[in-house]
């Protein structure tokens, strides 16, 4: 966290950055508010930026994610952060049955709600993501709109957590 804390504004914001995927607004918004005592205080900070932006700003941070086994991840053009995280679900190594359900899920779940299925795949595995993923497709779209940030917001805190630990 010291580092964190004492890196230039534009070297945190870098660093930071990729906390949310594709989102480096969200660390540009807590920069100033250092130093944080610690992750869970610039975890904070982070989600109050969110939930303070506009309801369009929550859309393009839930759209910024990738589908679960989509088109990305098959051309390897996923950030580290989510090739890692779909791996460690089991979604990389996944059996050809599971991931056609799974893709066909994305489609129906875009389809429906005009957004990727988002779920912390690090603290699921591939038939759970599949449960979830058919059990979310009966919400609305203000409830998947929680949900999704909710994920988010999970997501985000184990990234915080690895590069705390990893600096």
Sequence with gaps: MAELNTLPRADFIQKAGSIFEHSPWIAEAV???????????????????????????????????????????????????????????????????????????NEAYRSRFGFPFVICARLNNVSTIISAMTLRLTHSSDEEISAALEEIFQIALLRLDDMVTEA
């Excluded at 996923?78 to 991931?99: C, F, K, N, V």
């Design 31 to 105: 920069a100033d508010r250092r130093p944080f005592s610690d992750v869970n205080a610039l975890h904070s900070a982070m989600i109050l930026a969110i939930t303070s932006a506009a309801a369009a700003q929550h859309l393009a941070l839930i759209r910024a994610h990738p589908d679960l086994a989509g088109r990305l991840a098959s051309q390897k053009l996923l950030t580290p952060e989510s090739s890692r995280e779909q791996a460690a679900a089991g979604i990389t190594q996944g059996d050809p049955a599971s991931l056609a359900q799974m893709t066909a899920l």
